[in-house]
């Protein structure tokens, strides 16, 4: 061997000696089953996942999700704090093995993986008066109707195509949209229901409203590319059991009885349902 291909292999083996432990062995799968823990990232959104400023203890129904699906795999789940917008970089760089209730968009499937199964779905939603007669968006988009949005969002870009007539009020939050709620100087805020239902939580005022026509959107969970994609298959054959078996909707119910909420009459996260 000259001296050239000494260094190559010299180079070779630094770069795969850096390279995370799992990588030469099976993925993520056999690697969560070897370390006996499931990593989840969390990042602070209610209802998905929520952190008690005392205890500093992870709940929501993310967190929740991560627990069943470790107890499938027989280990321990480990919640590893991350940001939304760091969520993709964190699976890249292996500090988490996968990341509930991401969507999944065009621009994240190039970079991560998720199973073709889906989660759970959400929707539109309004917070509106507990007297409104509203069932539809037609029914909100009148003259007299002032509905608040949050500014440069999805949403403000959804309502703003749909609302003809109504009066649309923009916010630099979520949490000013519902301040003008309860103030009265907006009939009506529109968000993702499960939010709706986490700042009804705190209002206790007025009803959330899944107005018709329904569109739901489907969430994900997001984790590392990987060949063979074993993890993700075996992700995507639970997504569809629990699915079925009604369990994404259980442990939201049950995270809104955790807040003193009663789930009776609110659109939970099945689009069957709805």
Known sequence: MNRRSVLL???AAGVFSALPAFAADSGTLAEVKKSGKL???VASAEPWFFKDPMSEKWTGVGVAMGERMAKELGVEMVPVETSWANAVAGLQANQFDIMFVLDPTEERKKAID??????FYYAMGALVSDKSTAATWADLDTAETR??????TSLDRNVTETMKAAQINRFSSNDEAIAAFAS???????QFHPALVVQYSRLKLGKVL????VNPVATSAGMRKETPPEFRDWVNEIFGKLYAEGVPNDLF?????????????IPGLEKEAW
Do not use: H, W
């Open 9 to 11: 292999a010299g180079v």
């Open 39 to 41: 990593r989840i990232g």
């Open 114 to 119: 998720f199973p073709e199964n889906p989660l």
């Open 147 to 152: 509905i608040g949005v949050t500014l440069g």
């Open 184 to 190: 009265g100087r907006v009939d009506a805020v529109v």
């Open 210 to 213: 899944l107005p018709i026509p």
């Open 253 to 265: 119910e049950a995270y809104l009885k955790s807040k003193n909420i009663d789930p009776t009459g």
